[in-house]
């Protein structure tokens, strides 16, 4: 009887130190290295990666960003407004009258391209908040940008190429043109002709 409950108490303080070892180790030191990698290697990605423009935070390159007026790139339509803490796409198909009359809309607004428009011009993204729109939407947009702030079209379609990232790796994912950035060097190319 007195060895099963030494034995018992042995098992117990083994127990308890482990925890102690575990809680330390796992608790403690895990985060700690993770968190100390994180601001000292990948501190961009750490802190958000903030777009800066003219010494000052004017947004994340991973969240899209609502654009209102006809001087602007609009991204793709978010389903939760662009709010950060929600995410969302709407799921509705193909044959539903809302993306239809977008549609409609958005044949009325880019003149004669033809029956095709690019896919993001009309759907939302699975989360909401994508960045980035496809080159062909951008260059969709290009003619009226151009218009509202007296630019030739040309100076902004070069200005959608240079803001055009490939592939990732050469063959992951598709082309496509960060908004936010596109629209800061819309920005500073308006500023520069006046």
Known sequence: MASSSLSWRRQTVAAVR????????????????????????LHDQATGSLVHHDGR???????????????WFHGRASASSYAGNTSGGTNLPESDPQLWKAAAAMRRAAGSIGDRLPPDAL??????LDPDI???????????????????????????????TGRTLGYLGEPRVDVLELNLALQDLSAGAR
Request: charged share 5%.
């Open 57 to 71: 935070v004017v947004g994340s390159s991973l969240l899209g960003q609502n654009f209102s007026g006809a001087t």
């Open 123 to 128: 759907t939302t993204s699975a989360s909401g």
């Open 18 to 41: 482990l925890l102690l070892v575990l809680t330390l180790l796992l608790g403690v030191g895990y985060p700690a290295v993770v968190w100390a990698v994180g601001r000292v290697g």
């Open 134 to 164: 496809s080159p062909a939407y951008a260059e969709l947009q290009a003619p009226q940008i151009a218009a509202a702030r007296q630019l030739p079209v040309a100076q902004v379609r070069r200005l959608v190429a240079q803001h055009t």
